[in-house]
Structures are given as C-alpha cells and as structure tokens.
Nanobody, 116 residues
C-alpha cells in the first residue's frame, strides 16, 4: 500500500503562485510515476503533470508554461510549483501514484482557489 498526503493548497490572487506538496509513504519502491490531477467544479478530473522515477515529466498544454513538477527522492515528496495562476486553475488538486503492479493510488486532494 502507498499513502499520499497533499498540502499547500489555499486561496491565491490571480497572477499569484502556489506550491503544492505530496508526501508518499508505504511501499514507495513499487511506484514508478507520480503526478497531479485536478477537478474543477462541474468538470471531470484532468491530468496536470506527471514525473517518472527517472525524472521524465509530462504536462497538460494548459499548464506547461506556468507549472513545474519536481520530486525530492530523499523526502519521498513530489511538488507542483504553480505560477501565473488564473481563476480557471481553481480546482481540487489530487496527487497520484502509479505502481509497477498496476495499482493506482490517490491522495485526498487539496483545494486551490484563485480569486481576487
């Protein structure tokens, strides 16, 4: 089993920045990729960014010039640095981990609200 705990969400003004963190614990060695997804009110969950164990990253086109995903292997933590935030970025951001045994794990999510 893998446990994922997100932190760092909150209220930010348009144009502002925020950094999300996702701390993983448990059977960490079984994970090969971690990422962030988001779900805005009334919309389906969508991919934001992923990062593999080897550091290969993937971004949704809507965020690739504004967001950066990174990982600290020593802390078993993945980060999402978000800049130039807009109200359209308002959503619940959830951490995701894909395991070699085909299991997928999710955190409970953290709310990001972009509003003036």
């Amino acid at each position: 089993q893998v446990q994922l705990v997100e932190s760092g969400g909150g209220l930010v003004q348009p144009g502002g920045s925020l950094r999300l963190s996702c701390a993983a614990s448990g059977f960490i060695s079984n994970i090969y990729r971690m990422g962030w997804y988001r779900q805005a009110p009334g919309k389906q969950r969508e991919l934001v960014a992923t990062i593999t164990n080897s550091g290969i990253t993937n971004y949704d086109n809507s965020v690739k010039d504004r967001f950066a995903i990174s990982r600290d292997n020593a802390k078993n933590t993945v980060y999402l640095q978000m800049t130039t935030l807009t109200p359209e970025d308002t959503a619940v951001y959830s951490c995701n981990a894909d395991a070699w045994d085909s299991r997928t794990y999710w955190g409970k999510g953290t709310l990001v609200t972009v509003s003036s």
